[in-house]
């Protein structure tokens, strides 16, 4: 099925390959580098990217760990409940979250880097109950019953053995927050303020602001440099700290009353600090000058603020554009990642070079994505960027891995044997490929396009670069009014926040839905 | 001298142990026998700490432990699958322990050396514990519950999964290391000859236990 192939990987090309060599191109000379490094403001962007991403990986791990290990170890009612609302966060677009805490944060919160840091923890928490929880889960409950009749107290049983034993995990969610935080976009552009950025977002200001294409390049070649050591030596910390042990299975039902107690302590508070930011969120956009309205949801459709007054933003226009691109970069990327999947299925070795093809617009940045088709599509036959459907397509290009990754599964569990007693029994190969894999799809292509949908909806990294004014997204449009001054356009931001957030929310619930009936039926 | 004295036990509300009692004496080994699910291996951990009785008191050597913590009851444990602790070498799991209780280095090394001998391990100190053979793994794990000396030593089907000729010698192994170290021993078993090899006596869990 070699040619099936051929469209992704012409996709990537055009689409990825390209600007990325013209990125390249622009760095490479040794002016912009020092230019670059020694202009004001890029030692600060690189000072604060690194140690707010140290502060909020260090945090998250922290204040994950009670909910990760009560999660992981106990059953109870509303577990599952539970577990889904520590993970929505997670899942929800950058925009949204850095509105929600600005609407729950004190005015002289905004633009510290604690606001930045609180909003990155709350975002990343699922990260460390996710991947922690699943290993503590399977950690035998014999193992430690051992370590206590050999007398060491809970707390030594901690540190000697299960930190230990959940390194690996540890190592894991570390690297993954560190990596998101590192390069944060949304959360910092609006919570950050003027005096803090991240390097993410000095390469936006670069670009779009100063014009300054040659400064925006060489950060985000800096910032790739760096995610990649990171990656290289979270890998090999992670292979080290390995240790194999027969998994366990221990959930159980808290049985004194204090352990019935401290679970319901730990699920309370982690589950209010969760939804606390969207509830006031929501609030706030009912909330003006003269008390509760409902003004702000009225004029979402209205361009004017008075007669004759534009806010140059228009609020219900952005939700029919970010729903048309959702739809666009949803189709292409299913197309895309569905042949890509089903290639790298069928030609095994082959495959996992264009599955690492893949695997690179996900470890470049989103805003790296964006300048990169910002300066390549700008000149001849090939500027795109008036184009409307730029935007969708570099949401897409950020989408497919995640597509290819919950197709994989899947299709490589079908294997040859399948196809081969199926031609055993009388198909034909093209038959019995597509009887026993083709068709074997639906299901989990319902859920990655939930998926691809729900990275549409929220991106905005990308979207910076490639929007253009009358087409503004949701994420844009909600940066927009938060940057106008009063109390209307702000409550108005919460309310699209709101309704961004409910949309994204819908489609990961329908996504997640798809996925666990799968597994049940698997 | 460990003594159960009438303790019930349930899980969600079905009963696993009802007014299950035992005693023994310092020295004794006593084999506790019975079908599966009669609930062997919760009165073991009744008697570790690992599990509270819904009714009933556990005593050691004249004080009342029931509501100690395990880790301060010094009694040793030994599964199974051995649950040996896969990150550390075979002398850090022997010596983990004393470690635990805060003895030096000199200490430590000394004790775990003298146990590789007792267990017939000599110069399997710095293995890993991946790399051991099912009998090698289960000389370990009773070497690590040794360590401590503790008071009573609890077994929970420790010759389990070996081919029946390493079995039979373990078993006499196990005998003559119980009757040389430790003060008292309870061990949970399905095989009447392993029982008859290793214990002093034998209880029926389910039938008259005194």
Known sequence: ?522 | MLDVRDVSLSFDGHPVLQRAALQVPTGDVVALLGPSGAGKSSLLRVIAGLLVPDTGTVWLDGREVTHVPPHQRHIGLMFQNEQLFPHLDVAANIGFGLRMQGATKTAIATRVEELLTVVGLQGFGQRRVAHLSGGEAKRVALARALAPRPAVLLLDEPLTGLDRELHDRLALDLASILRSTVTAAVLVTHDHDEAATVADRTVVLGADMT
């Open chain 1, 1 to 522: 099925m070699p040619a099936l192939g051929a469209l992704p990987i012409a996709g990537l090309a055009v689409f990825y390959a390209w600007p990325f060599a013209t990125l390249l191109g622009r760095v490479l000379r040794p002016s912009s580098i020092g230019d670059t490094l020694h202009s004001p403001g890029i030692g600060r962007a690189i000072w604060f990217t690194c140690w707010q991403a140290l502060v909020s990986t260090v945090l998250t791990m922290a204040v994950g760990f009670a909910p990760a290990y009560v999660l992981a170890r106990y059953r109870f009612r509303g577990r599952r409940a539970a577990l889904a609302i520590v993970t929505v966060p997670f899942m929800l677009p950058t925009v949204v979250v850095g509105a929600a805490f600005l609407a729950l944060l004190p005015d002289g919160w905004h633009g510290t880097a604690a606001a930045v840091v609180l909003a990155h923890v709350f975002f990343n928490v699922a990260v460390m109950v996710r991947l922690v929880g699943a290993m503590w889960a399977v950690l035998p409950t014999d193992l430690t019953a051992v370590a206590r009749t050999l007398g060491a107290s809970p707390g030594q049983v901690l540190r000697h053995v299960v930190l230990p034993l959940l390194r690996p995990a540890l190592y894991a969610a570390a690297s993954v927050v560190f990596i998101f935080t590192f390069t944060s976009f949304g959360v910092v552009k609006l919570l950050g303020g003027a005096k803090h950025s991240t390097i993410e977002v000095e390469i936006a200001r670069r670009a779009t602001q100063l014009g300054d294409i040659d400064g925006a390049a060489v950060l985000s070649v800096v910032q790739l440099i760096v995610l990649a050591v990171v990656v290289w030596w979270s890998a090999r910390w992670q292979r080290r700290a390995q240790h194999t042990f027969t998994a366990g299975h221990s959930t159980r039902r808290p049985r004194s009353r204090s352990e019935r107690r401290g679970v319901a302590l730990v699920m309370a508070i982690t589950v209010a600090a969760m939804v606390a930011p969207i509830a006031v969120m929501t609030a706030r956009s009912f909330r003006t000058s003269s008390g509760w309205s409902l003004t702000p949801w009225r004029t979402l459709g209205a361009n004017e603020v008075r007669p004759g007054i534009s806010l140059g933003v228009d609020p219900l226009g952005s939700l029919a554009v970010s729903l048309r691109y959702a739809a666009l970069a949803t189709v292409i990327s299913v197309v895309f990642g569905g042949l890509a999947a089903l290639t790298i299925a069928s030609a095994r070795r082959h495959g996992r070079l264009l599955d690492a093809g893949l695997l690179l617009p996900l470890g470049t940045s989103a805003v790296t994505i964006g300048l990169g088709m910002l300066i390549t599509f700008d000149t001849g036959p090939f500027d795109w960027r008036a184009a409307w459907w730029l935007p969708p397509v570099g949401h897409a290009l950020v989408a497919i891995p995640f597509v290819v990754r919950s197709l994989l599964p899947t299709l490589s569990s079908i294997g040859a044997d399948q196809r081969l007693a199926a031609v055993t029994l009388g198909a034909s190969p093209l038959r019995a490929w597509w009887e026993v894999e083709v068709r074997r799809l639906p299901a989990p292509l319902l859920s990655a396009a939930g998926f691809a949908a729900a990275i549409s909806l929220g991106e905005f990294g990308a979207t910076t670069f490639l929007t253009r004014s009358g087409r503004d997204s949701m994420p844009i449009a909600i940066d927009r009014l938060l940057g106008r001054t009063g109390a209307v356009p702000h409550a108005q931001a919460f309310a699209l926040a709101t309704v961004l957030f409910v949309l994204t929310a819908a489609v990961v619930a329908v996504a997640d839905r798809q996925e666990a009936d799968d597994a049940r039926r698997a």
